[in-house]
């Protein structure tokens, strides 16, 4: 697969570089394929419906031909997926897509774990250690700690900002040991961001150390995240006959986003033949992307904390791979876009357990929202021009995806994404239902590990002058 740039499509590269450089320092841009070569037809209507790892598998091939053969893909995939995605139907016409049940409880992991696997099958016999930065507004840091800890050749260095992640992700990004150290910056998620960019760009630095990212901007992120919507939209469309039991459904993804990488990875499954009919790009109070499908302006702002923090973003870094993709017009055809305040976020914690009795995070909770609102009549109303639209305030923006008419016929089904345990998010959960959802052993682990996060300023200057005496 050649691999070209959001900034300059006159760049070529090989798999390996683009997983290897991140992004591409010369232009600022970032890598993406060519091209989505959509799987055989034989393949996507098999039932019943191929294993996850079979679909990563046949996915992930086109992407690294040439470059990482089939028996070591098939290795890769094996060893990266250990668990899977689960699909809970919490109503005829909802279901839940689990993304938890990795390592570190958030969907993060399937990223990072194939991202960490591809880069030290790339990495061998190199004699220089790579040095991965990542910056993280919650789940990031310990997805990429977990899966290239204790990785040989590789090391890690993560930032996030001080005091705006829960304790326990804290915990779960703080406590590694060897290859993997965090660093706690006074400042936002953003600030983080924008030292690892400005480390990326810094030729004196390159020319001392091989750096690389793993934040959602490298590719090998991205493409993994794929994998799920072609297994779930291919288990819900084997499920309506039974579930729903509606003729020709419309299967629409609902995506809780800050980066909007998640979202970027459904697209890609859609153009590969999943049978996703549309999205809903459903955000918090960092409505950025919201607003410019609303207004036709993008505007970058500094980002605002709420009740789901790993959202917390206000320059979504995926929005070039986007707008380079699709014009301004295909993304209003494909995405409804919608944003929540945190009273909103609460209260669909609560509703959501009342009517389903299912506990969700405020993350899952910002799309199973926008989901209840759209199905429940928001939807009609935006195509009678009866609704509120104002970008202003929390709801649907105005424009009406292709897929709308579907959802007045009682036609579409929801896939909400499910992005971290609610767990992870106790107190808040206990906030909006009074219970405390169950721990997972593997959460409850981490809060008796030491903490061993560096303090650091966000500042460019000290910043770097700890990666030269440290790296
Ligand atoms: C990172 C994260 C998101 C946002 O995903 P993007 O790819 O950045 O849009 C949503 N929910 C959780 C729990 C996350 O960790």
Redesign the pocket.
């Known amino acids: 697969m050649i691999y070209t740039d959001t900034r300059d499509k006159k760049v070529a590269v090989d798999f390996r570089t683009a997983v290897m450089n991140g992004m591409n320092s010369e232009t600022g841009g970032l890598y993406i394929p060519v091209e989505f070569p959509k799987l055989d037809s034989a393949f996507l209507n098999r039932t019943p419906e191929p294993s996850f790892r079979e679909i990563a598998f046949e996915m992930a091939k086109p992407y690294v031909k040439g470059e990482i053969p089939d028996s070591d893909l098939e290795s890769i995939i094996q060893d990266a997926y250990p668990f899977s995605a689960q699909i809970v139907p919490i109503d005829p016409v909802t279901y839940v897509l689990e993304l938890f049940h990795g390592p570190t409880c958030?969907?993060?992991d399937f990223g990072a774990r194939f991202m960490a696997r591809v880069m030290s099958y790339f990495n061998r016999g190199e004699d220089t250690n790579l040095h991965i930065l990542v910056a993280t507004?919650?789940?990031?840091g310990s997805a990429v700690g977990s899966a290239f800890h204790n990785v040989p050749g590789i090391d890690v260095t993560i930032l996030y900002p001080d005091g705006k992640i829960s304790p326990l992700q804290e915990k779960q990004l703080s406590t590694f040991d060897g290859n993997v150290r965090a660093l706690k910056v006074k400042g936002t998620f953003d600030d983080c961001q924008k030292l690892v960019k400005t480390a990326f760009t810094d030729t004196e630095l390159r020319s001392k150390f091989r750096l690389s990212s793993a934040n959602?901007i490298n590719i090998s992120r991205l493409l993994p995240q794929s994998f799920y919507y072609m297994y779930s939209s291919l288990v819900v469309k084997n499920r309506i006959p039974h579930d729903s039991k509606i003729d020709n459904a419309s299967i629409i993804a609902v995506v809780?986003?800050?980066?909007?990488?998640?979202?970027t990875s459904g697209l890609i499954a859609a153009e590969m033949g999943a049978p996703i009919d549309g999205f809903v790009a459903a955000t918090n109070s960092n409505h950025t992307v919201p607003d410019w499908i609303s207004t036709g302006e993008y505007k970058a702002r500094p980002s605002v904390a709420t009740l789901?923090n790993?959202?917390d973003?206000g320059a979504p870094s995926n929005y070039e791979r986007i707008s380079s993709l699709y014009t301004l017009e295909q993304v209003r055809a494909k995405f409804a876009s919608y944003w929540t305040d945190d009273a909103g976020t609460l209260e669909a914690i609560r509703a959501c357990h009342d009517k389903t009795g299912y506990i969700i995070?405020p993350?899952g909770a910002v799309a199973w929202k926008a989901w209840n609102d759209i199905r429940s009549g928001d939807m009609e109303k935006l195509m009678e021009g009866k609704l509120d639209t104002d970008p202003a305030k929390p709801g649907l923006s105005n424009n009406v995806p292709e897929w709308a008419q579907s959802v007045a016929d009682k036609k579409a089904v929801g896939i909400v994404l499910e992005?971290?345990h609610p767990a992870k998010f106790g107190a808040t959960v206990v906030n909006a239902i009074g219970r405390e959802p169950g721990i997972p052993d593997r959460l409850a682990r981490v809060m008796s590990l030491p903490d061993h996060a560096i303090p650091m300023g966000k500042d460019y200057e000290s910043f770097k002058s700890w990666l030269c005496e440290n790296l």
Do not use: R
């Not at 809780?256 to 979202?263: E, V």
């Open positions: 958030a969907f993060k507004s919650g789940d990031t959602s809780p986003s800050g980066n909007f990488g998640n979202l789901s790993a959202m973003v995070d993350h992005t971290a």
